[in-house]
């Protein structure tokens, strides 16, 4: 059953690239709200595609470490958070803060580093 699945899949993929149709991964942001992905998290404040302030939170594991994230547009924005210690079992939260508009379609992403590694890359594309 999952060799099925993957040409069913596949072949999605391949028709709407002969069809000319673009296939947008993540969930679309029409309104504020929370993604995650493995031990971090993007949060937005705002709806459409105009982004004030973005909430970055890496999840700590039962070590103390140095936690920072980068926060990023498909459209050229970016920005790094302060690197803080973080004691064991502690979130690690900070804010980036675009205050700009952004074409419908633009991707924000936000990638936490644990110690250096990364521990998870959330992304949502904004709508109208």
């Excluded at 028709?15 to 493995?38: D, L, M, Q, S």
């Excluded at 031990?39 to 920072?68: A, F, K, M, W």
């Excluded at 973080?86 to 939260?93: E, H, P, S």
């Excluded at 924000?108 to 594309?125: H, I, K, M, Q």
Aim: glycine residues 12%.
């Amino acid at each position: 059953m999952h060799g099925i699945t993957k040409k069913i899949t596949a072949g999605i993929a391949t028709a709407a690239a002969a069809i000319g149709c673009v296939i947008a991964t993540g969930p679309p942001a029409a309104a504020a709200g929370k993604w995650c992905n493995h031990s971090v998290c993007i949060e937005t404040y705002d709806t459409g595609t105009y982004l004030g302030r973005v909430e970055v939170s890496v999840v700590n594991t039962n070590q103390p470490h140095r936690i920072s994230a980068r926060v990023w547009t498909t459209n050229g924005w970016s920005a790094r958070t302060k690197s803080e210690d973080v004691g064991a079992f502690r979130t690690y939260r900070d804010q980036a803060y675009p205050q700009r508009h952004f074409p419908a379609g633009t991707r924000l992403c936000a990638e936490g580093f644990r110690g250096g590694a990364s521990v998870g890359l959330p992304c949502v594309t904004l709508t109208g």
